[in-house]
């Protein structure tokens, strides 16, 4: 008997895990660059919460469109093809960013998004199982949560960017004052906050046409998928007939749309609950992911001690402990709570993929696509939430993510039941 357990990344891996580590942090920047532009699109073109929220329509709504096509690529091709596509589409979205600021047209900025979120549809399909295929099984969750951390790294760069770029070039002209203007003082006003809009996304564009060059000059790390012989057909009733996958994807939808919502409307309500302007607001966001930061590398290390079901059932129910907080305290004590409701999520998407795909092998190519279309959920629910704002106001809005995380926590305690306590990295003890 080998007691010897399997390494987390093996040796010849290396380059193609830090490659890969470099596009989680480049999707998190993407994604958490979008969350303030919510807020930024509601001001510059004076829109309602509900209006401006199709931002995360669009940008979700495109990760949902593109899942599938990225799945039969990666299954008809390979990892490195779906990688280098995935790249490219993203490159060019957030290149469009340039024109749509030049047309100061609210639909050429949704047109780009869509574009720059397909592209990293198809980049996070491919690179989350591809994660997983580049060592053994048995260490594929914390390898899965090891990338992740680095996804943390890019959304501290998005909110940094989005706080330093964008905000404070908004101008304090409210909607009212806005109305007062003549047609050439409100060119001039949106014109500016577009362009500061338009900058780091263009830098983005640079950043990710260097990813493409180096994964080009890279080779695969696992194997081609040309040696597949399962059919598309056969791959997706495998995966319909397993609750474990099926449930799964519903966890993620609800996650993603609990922490779109947290991150969306965080600017918001500090402006509601401390009288702040969005710059103090984009301060919050951006103290919120350096706690996601700091906790997804503690997550990765709690979890080769313990079972991450266990983990994600006690970080699910706590968010919702604490999003009853941000309801019920609209003052400093709710901004606390909004805070640390990013400690809680930290482990989630992670660990609900890895969990959701442990043991398909070669059918976690589809599967991925389905974990991947979950992400609809960012475009859906912060459209309910803006709802319940404009309707019901900013702190009751937050009832929407803690109904997401009660169902996440169903789902753990439902991974508890059928698969028991222990941890899928302990596992790898056993040979």
């Not at 993203?90 to 720059?116: D, H, K, N, R, V």
């Not at 996304?201 to 640079?206: F, I, K, L, S």
């Not at 598309?232 to 994807?249: A, D, I, K, Q, W």
């Not at 951006?286 to 930061?293: A, D, E, N, P």
């Amino acid at each position: 008997m080998n007691n010897t357990a399997p390494a987390l990344i093996p040796a010849g891996n290396r380059i193609q895990f830090i490659l890969l580590a470099l596009c989680f942090a480049a999707w998190g920047t993407a994604a958490n660059m979008t969350d303030p532009l919510v807020s930024v699109f509601s001001k510059t073109f004076s829109m309602s919460a509900l209006q401006s929220a199709l931002v995360q329509f669009s940008y979700y709504g495109a990760y949902f469109c593109l899942a599938i096509p990225a799945a039969l690529i990666n299954k008809v091709f390979s990892f490195k093809t779906g990688m280098l596509m995935g790249l490219g589409m993203a490159c060019t979205g957030a290149f469009l960013f340039y024109p749509a600021s030049q047309a100061m047209t609210y639909g050429y900025f949704l047109a780009a998004l869509f574009i720059l979120a397909g592209g990293l549809s198809i980049l996070e399909t491919s690179a989350n199982p591809y994660v997983m295929k580049l060592g053994s099984e048995a260490t594929a969750t914390r390898r899965l949560n090891l990338a992740q951390a680095f996804n943390p790294l890019g959304t501290n760069l998005g909110v940094f960017l989005a706080a330093t770029l964008i905000l404070p070039n908004l101008s304090s002209a409210n909607a009212a004052a806005r109305a007062t203007m003549n047609q050439m003082q409100l060119n001039e006003v949106v014109s500016a906050e577009l362009n500061a809009v338009m900058t780091p996304y263009v830098g983005m564009a640079g950043f990710l046409a260097l990813l493409w060059i180096a994964f080009a000059l890279c080779r695969p790390g696992v194997s081609s998928a040309h040696s597949e012989k399962a059919l598309v057909t056969e791959s997706m009733g495998r995966l319909l007939r397993l609750p474990h996958y099926r449930f799964g994807v519903a966890a993620q939808f609800f996650n993603v749309g609990a922490q779109t919502c947290m991150w969306t409307f965080t600017i918001q309500y500090v402006m509601k609950a401390l009288s702040a302007d969005e710059v103090t607001g984009g301060h919050v966001l951006q103290y919120s992911m350096i706690l996601f930061l700091i906790s997804r590398f503690v997550m990765t290390w709690l979890m080769g001690r313990y079972s991450p079901s266990r983990l994600l059932a006690l970080m699910s129910a706590t968010a919702i402990a604490l999003c009853l907080v941000v309801i019920m305290s609209l003052n400093v004590t709710g901004v606390i709570a909004l805070i640390l409701v990013s400690g809680c999520l930290s482990l989630m998407f992670p660990t609900i993929y890895a969990l959701s795909l442990h043991g398909l092998g070669d059918d976690a190519k589809l599967g991925a696509a389905g974990l991947v279309m979950a992400i609809l959920g960012g475009a859906l629910f912060p459209m309910l939430q803006a709802y319940v704002m404009d309707t019901s106001g900013v702190g009751t809005s937050f009832i929407i993510p803690a109904g997401c995380f009660a169902f996440i926590t169903t789902y753990a305690c439902y991974i508890i039941k059928t698969q028991g306590n222990v941890s899928v990295t302990h596992n790898e003890k056993r040979t």
